[in-house]
Structures are given as structure tokens and as C-alpha cells.
């Protein structure tokens, strides 16, 4: 089975791809926290249009973005169905106990339109440089190991697990088994959540001993470079300014 590699097009040119790795996660970190915070739709729109924008700018082809923002769009879903029907206010529609409101509404958009420009921004700043590139920026900006390792090992890792899953369910489907929502067949699963677990743990010892073999010390190596340049300064200042201007606006609002 293929799975999809979030930096698949790391190796383009275009601007965003080459702004220096610390600068892109500190300047992509600012943008993504000021787009969750803000409390008003026109701010929201202002830094969702800001988050394509950058994506038009970085070249990433438009089903590679759709691809892997679709799963995690799913879940925004269930917020923009039930919030209107959940958050009390003037009534917009009212069909026997059903009620929507219009507070609903507006908090149902904003949190979509906020969690949408995050995934976005994510994608983006994840799409255009290798996944050691990422890790190793993070290690630079002091980001603790045991999380480096962890994003390293869940990364590399778990498209193996989901593999070993299937090749043990295929076996299972190929004597004849066929699940059932039953006390017996919930105890088969867990048999094979149990086994799978199992070769997890022994896959795991014989990784790390081979790890350990080649000098692995837990630091991440990339040969990327990682030199600061003015434009990436430039960027980084624009992007704060635009940041804190959005938030003073807001506060003044209020």
C-alpha cells in the first residue's frame, strides 16, 4: 500500500520553500497561533486569505494541500453542524425543539475558518521541507529531545504498524474469519491488538539496538543548511507585525 509523504515536495523552488527552516516555523508558529485566537470572522478571513496567499506562493500543487487536509477536516464538520444547534441566542430557525441560532452560526464559521487556516499554514510549512530539515530546525530552536524523537518515531513508524495490521487482518480474512460484533469477535481483536503490540515492542528493541549500533546519540542530523538570511528576517518581521497589528485592531474593536 502507498501512503503519502508529507514532504513530497520539499525538493521545489519557490520562495516560501526557501526561507531558512527556523524562521519558517517561527514565522508559520506566529501566524497559526494569532489565526486560533482571534475572536471576529473578518480577522479570520483576513489571516485565512493570508494562509493561501502563502500556499499560491510556495507552488504546492492543489490536490497535494486537498489530500491531507480532507481527514482533518472531518472533524471540523460535527462543530459546524451541532454549535448552531447547541449555543443559545436569536433564534434564526426554530422547527419544534430544533433550534438554530445566530450566535451559533457565527461561532460555527469562526471556528472553522480558524481551524482551517491552521491545517492550511501546517500543510504549507510542512510540505516544503524535509521532515529531518523540520526536526533538525527544531532541535536548533531548543525544542526538547524526547518530542523530536517522538514526531521522528511516530512519522517513520506508524504507516509500518499500519501495515503489519493489515498483513496480520489479511491473514486472518484468508482461513476464513469473519468479524462479527460479538463477545467472540470482539476477543479476536483484541487478540490482534494484543499480537500487535507484541511486534511492536520487539520491532522497537530491534531498532533502537540497531540504532544504537550505527551512533545514534538522539540528536536529529540534517545536511541542509541553516544560515539566516535579510529576506528571512524580513519575512519573520513582516509576518509579526501583521500578527500584532491584527490583534490591536481587534482589541480596539472590543
Not at 38 to 59: E, K
Not at 226 to 243: E, G, K
Not at 244 to 251: A, F, K, P, S, T
Request: glycine residues 6%; contains cysteine; proline residues 6%.
Amino acid at each position: 500500500m502507498h501512503y503519502p509523504d508529507i514532504d513530497k515536495y520539499a525538493g521545489m523552488d519557490s520562495p516560501v520553500h526557501r526561507i531558512e527552516p527556523r524562521i519558517k516555523i517561527i514565522s508559520f508558529g506566529i501566524l497559526i497561533v494569532s489565526a486560533v485566537f482571534v475572536g471576529t470572522i473578518p480577522a479570520s478571513l483576513f489571516f485565512l486569505a493570508v494562509a493561501v496567499v502563502i500556499l499560491l506562493a510556495s507552488r504546492l500543487p492543489m490536490r497535494f494541500i486537498l489530500t491531507r487536509m480532507k481527514v482533518i477536516c472531518v472533524f471540523v464538520i460535527p462543530i459546524l453542524v451541532l454549535m448552531p444547534l447547541t449555543v443559545p441566542g436569536t433564534p434564526l430557525f426554530s422547527a419544534g425543539p430544533v433550534s438554530i441560532s445566530q450566535e451559533g452560526v457565527s461561532f460555527a464559521v469562526l471556528v472553522t475558518v480558524r481551524s482551517v487556516t491552521a491545517i492550511l499554514l501546517v500543510v504549507t510549512m510542512l510540505g516544503t521541507q524535509r521532515f529531518d530539515t523540520t526536526l533538525k530546525a527544531l532541535s536548533l530552536l531548543r525544542v526538547p529531545g524526547i518530542i523530536i524523537q517522538m514526531l521522528l518515531f511516530t512519522y517513520r513508524y506508524i504507516y509500518v504498524m499500519i501495515d503489519e495490521f493489515l498483513r496480520i487482518w489479511s491473514s486472518m480474512r484468508a482461513k476464513g474469519y469473519t468479524f462479527r460484533f460479538n463477545r467472540h469477535g470482539l476477543t479476536i481483536i483484541g487478540n490482534l491488538i494484543g499480537m500487535l503490540l507484541i511486534n511492536s515492542y520487539e520491532r522497537a528493541e530491534r531498532v533502537y539496538q540497531a540504532m544504537i549500533a550505527k551512533g545514534y546519540t538522539g540528536n536529529p542530523i540534517s545536511f541542509s543548511p541553516f544560515r539566516v538570511t535579510i529576506p528571512d528576517c524580513l519575512f519573520c518581521a513582516a509576518v509579526i507585525t501583521l500578527a500584532v497589528g491584527v490583534h490591536i485592531n481587534y482589541l480596539e474593536i472590543l
